[in-house]
Nanobody, 129 residues
């Protein structure tokens, strides 16, 4: 059973940067599409970014396009989310999630939470002065 653990969250000032990590255990990430999601207080969980299992398809939510970058290192079973130019509205708990297959994953924008099967417990990102 694939298990995911996020790390790298914390308090950062507006305009700052953070890099989140999502490390997998129990299975290799090679066959999984990966999504990053976030949930702010009082709001629904939303998709932030996704990457297909091959890394050939990547998508970002409009709100983070140009500021966030997702990468993966299958040899380390780790996926990263680099977040630059952070804004107070980026404050949220960030989750990584994975789904085995399918071939169309991440082909039509960021996924919805219901498309994912394996979830981490999240890491809190707070953007504030």
């Amino acid at each position: 059973q694939l298990q995911l653990v996020e790390s790298g969250g914390g308090l950062v000032q507006p305009g700052g940067s953070l890099r989140l990590s999502c490390t997998a255990s129990g299975s290799t990430l090679d066959y999984y599409g990966i999504g990053w999601f976030r949930q702010a207080p009082g709001k629904e969980r939303e998709g932030v970014s996704c990457m297909s299992k091959s890394g050939g398809r990547i998508n970002y939510a409009d709100s983070v396009e140009g500021r966030f970058t997702v990468t993966r290192d299958n040899a380390k079973s780790t996926v990263y989310l680099r977040m630059n130019e952070l804004k107070p509205e980026d404050t949220a708990v960030y989750y990584c999630a994975a789904v085995l297959g399918p071939i169309t994953f991440c082909s039509g924008g960021v996924p919805k939470p219901g498309e994912m099967r394996n979830w981490g417990k999240g890491t809190l990102v707070t953007v504030s002065t």
